[in-house]
T-cell receptor, first 115, second 115 residues
Framework: EPEVTQTPSHQVTQMGQEVILRCVPI?????FYWYRQILGQKVEFLVS????????KSEIFDDQFSVERPDGSNFTLKIRSTKLEDSAMYFC?????????????FGDGTRLSIL | GNSVTQMEGPVTLSEEAFLTINCTYT??????LFWYVQYPGEGLQLLLK?????DKGSNKGFEATYRKETTSFHLEKGSVQVSDSAVYFC??????????????FGQGTILTVHP
């Protein structure tokens, strides 16, 4: 069964550094998402992406964050000048359709630790 | 905005016990409802879904019924196994406005099943 894959599984970065989290969505999917889960808290929506542009973003997704689909397969989340509070598990998801009954398929996540 | 509330965990059961994890929601329009499961060290996997009122989602012995009158989507299983030990997330997929296409999660319920 096709999977969403994320790399790396764990990223440790010094505060203030830039980090790029990578995702390969399922190949025929068109809608892409990033979510994050701070330890002990809910999974929170960050951003959705379609047709090479952001569809929606949450209040969390400020100027520090950006997303890109640099080629036909990768979908990346960049965090500029990381802060301690960016430490979290980041999940990528994709779906073929945006319709309300279509489930999103998730990767295994990247655990980001900011020191 | 949309919100999902799950019962407090952790839940600890003996093998073959009956499981209920309560989930209630607040939403505008007609959202779709999902249960995701996260096994140790893995990502979020879709367990089951229901897309309209009175629908019953089922998978691997788990069931949940979309109750619009009580705004609930409780997860049940008649006889749990040790392999069911995981974190269970109730989630809502927005059906309109700025919520369309993004998942809102509950806080997750840790289930531990002992032999």
């Amino acid at each position: 069964e096709p999977e969403v894959t994320q790399t790396p599984s764990h990223q440790v970065t010094q505060m203030g550094q830039e980090v790029i989290l990578r995702c390969v969505p399922i190949s025929n999917h068109l809608y892409f998402y990033w979510y994050r889960q701070i330890l002990g808290q809910k999974v929170e929506f960050l951003v959705s992406f379609y047709n090479n542009e952001i569809s929606e973003k949450s209040e969390i997704f400020d100027d520090q964050f950006s997303v890109e689909r640099p080629d036909g397969s990768n979908f990346t989340l960049k965090i500029r000048s990381t802060k301690l509070e960016d430490s979290a598990m980041y999940f990528c998801a994709s779906t073929a359709l945006r319709a309300g009954n279509q489930p999103q398929h998730f990767g295994d996540g990247t655990r980001l630790s900011i020191l | 905005g949309n919100s999902v509330t799950q019962m407090e965990g952790p839940v600890t059961l003996s093998e073959e016990a009956f499981l209920t994890i309560n989930c209630t929601y607040t939403a505008t329009g007609y959202p779709s409802l999902f249960w995701y499961v996260q096994y140790p060290g893995e990502g979020l996997q879709l367990l089951l879904k229901a897309t309209k009122a009175d629908d019953k989602g089922s998978n691997k012995g788990f069931e949940a019924t979309y109750r619009k009158e009580t705004t609930s989507f409780h997860l049940e299983k008649g006889s749990v196994q040790v392999s069911d030990s995981a974190v269970y997330f109730c989630a809502l997929l927005g059906a309109g406005g700025t919520s369309y296409g993004k998942l809102t999660f509950g806080q997750g319920t840790i289930l531990t099943v002992h032999p």
